[in-house]
């Protein structure tokens, strides 16, 4: 148990308004995801980051930001919120020894 | 760019039926293989994972999963489904030595009904 938080849970809100999806870890582990889940696509990646000055583009970038404030977290932002980003995002964490990535409870975001 | 099949998109099964669920993956070299599952309403949590060895490898709650190199396949087998067993699954690969993204498969729906 990697003890992956993400707040808020749920959330609602409309097109063109800024949203800051927040993830945390208690672990330490160095490395942190973000990816988001449509049904049928399973886990895109959207951003990764090995350290606080280490951060990397996943497959489905646009439209998001990210920013590592500290080892324990990895905030993930969408600037101008579209309806097409309503999804669930998942943040995840690993150590750098085993590639096995634990998973936080996920964030249900409805963009109108 | 490597991609990851699975092929069935939702499984209906009753209970103490057997449950296999396929996994096709595109990358030719060495690759680390996950499945992860995902209960209604909860997280992803890793089922098995194959790195090397025994290409037969066993998870938790009486999964199995078998690495066929020739095939690109790693499919994920249980001999009696259980209702507790509903989820959705997701296969995920990772090739060693290629980046450090691990690709997930569309998912499976599973529903087994009591």
């Known amino acids: ?18 949203i800051m999806l927040e993830c945390s ?3 330490g582990h160095d490395r942190m995801y973000w990816y988001r889940q449509d049904p049928g696509l399973g886990l895109q990646l959207i951003y990764y980051s090995f350290d606080v000055k280490d951060i990397n583009k996943g497959e489905i970038s646009d439209g998001y930001s990210v920013s590592r404030q500290a ?27 085993l590639y096995e990535q634990y998973f936080g409870p996920g964030t249900r975001l409805t963009v109108t | ?8 998109h939702h499984v209906i099964l009753s209970e103490a039926a057997s449950l296999e669920l396929g996994c096709n ?6 690759v680390n293989l996950f499945w992860y599952v995902q209960y209604p309403g909860q997280h992803l949590q890793l089922l098995l994972k194959y790195f090397s060895g025994d290409p037969l490898v066993k998870g938790i709650k009486g999964f199995e999963a078998e690495f066929i190199k020739s095939k690109f396949s790693f499919n ?17 690969v990772k090739p060693l030595n290629a980046g450090n993204m691990l690709t997930f498969g569309g998912g499976t729906r599973l529903m087994v009904k009591p």
């Open chain 1, 1 to 18: 148990d990697a003890d992956v938080t993400q707040t808020p849970r749920n959330r609602i809100t409309k097109t063109g308004k800024r």
């Open chain 1, 25 to 27: 870890q208690t672990k």
């Open chain 1, 71 to 97: 080892q324990a977290k990895f905030s993930l932002s969408l600037e101008s919120a579209i309806p097409n980003q309503t999804a669930l995002y998942f943040c995840a964490n690993r150590t750098g020894l």
């Open chain 2, 1 to 8: 760019a490597q991609s990851v099949s699975q092929h069935n």
């Open chain 2, 25 to 30: 993956y595109s990358y030719g070299g060495t």
């Open chain 2, 76 to 92: 994920l087998r249980k001999p009696s489904v259980q209702w507790s067993d509903t989820a959705e699954y997701f296969c995920a």
